[in-house]
T-cell receptor, first 116, second 111 residues
Framework: GAVVSQHPSWVICKSGTSVKIECRSLDFQATTMFWYRQFPKQSLMLMATSNEGSKATYEQGVEKDKFLINHASLTLSTLTVTSAHPEDSSFYIC????????????FGPGTRLTVL | RKEVEQDPGPFNVPEGATVAFNCTYS??????FFWYRQDCRKEPKLLMS???SGNEDGRFTAQLNRASQYISLLIRDSKLSDSATYLCAVNKAGSASKIIFGSGTRLSIRP
């Protein structure tokens, strides 16, 4: 199956700093990637859709100036959590849709962010 | 009403049992349906897509009921390794590619 990687797998940072998370599709080109957030014992919440070569589209309630998304190539999307605060601590997961099955998504292993 | 709803469980069943999960969705125009499996502190992994005619993959059977707007997952002869959280997912209203997840159903298989 399609392979998606994320880096870093976990990060601990101080409140007020910015954190960048990378999402890569390793064996296919992904024109669209998705970013999710998952709090403990809750489901994945879609944050935004990352489109290669254009601006990301954000779900209602997600601050685009706080969660900066860049999709500069067909295999890489980045999510930057700016001025992180403890309430941003969560499990951030990206996914990519393969060209063959646009509605089937394959997930990266996730990044666990802890803001102190 | 949530777009996708699931019984959170937990379901605690003995090894070898058959267990079924249901998931309801609110958007009657949805076209894509999935079951994902998520292990603790891991990413979701696609278990199977759900087709109108229903589909089976080994011990796993998925069904779609459009009239009642629910999808189901049946696991036969459950194994200890089946213990996980099972998430149903449906494409978001107005979008073919965005998917919305249910809150997940926790399954625990005991020896």
């Amino acid at each position: 199956g399609a392979v998606v990687s994320q880096h870093p797998s976990w990060v601990i940072c101080k409140s007020g700093t910015s954190v960048k998370i990378e999402c890569r599709s390793l064996d296919f080109q992904a024109t669209t990637m998705f970013w999710y957030r998952q709090f403990p014992k809750q489901s994945l919440m879609l944050m935004a859709t990352s489109n290669e070569g254009s601006k990301a589209t954000y779900e209602q309630g997600v601050e685009k100036d706080k969660f900066l998304i860049n999709h500069a190539s067909l295999t890489l999307s980045t999510l930057t959590v700016t001025s992180a605060h403890p309430e941003d601590s969560s499990f951030y997961i990206c996914s990519a849709a393969t060209p063959q099955g646009a509605s089937e998504q394959y997930f990266g292993p996730g990044t666990r962010l802890t803001v102190l | 009403r949530k777009e996708v709803e699931q019984d959170p469980g937990p379901f605690n069943v003995p090894e070898g049992a058959t267990v079924a999960f249901n998931c309801t969705y609110s958007n009657s125009a949805s076209q894509s349906f999935f079951w994902y499996r998520q292990d603790c502190r891991k990413e979701p992994k696609l278990l199977m897509s759900v087709y109108s005619s229903g589909n089976e993959d080994g011990r796993f059977t998925a069904q779609l009921n459009r009239a009642s707007q629910y999808i189901s997952l049946l696991i036969r002869d459950s194994k200890l390794s089946d213990s996980a959280t099972y998430l149903c997912a449906v494409n978001k209203a107005g979008s073919a590619s965005k998917i919305i997840f249910g809150s997940g159903t926790r399954l625990s298989i005991r020896p």
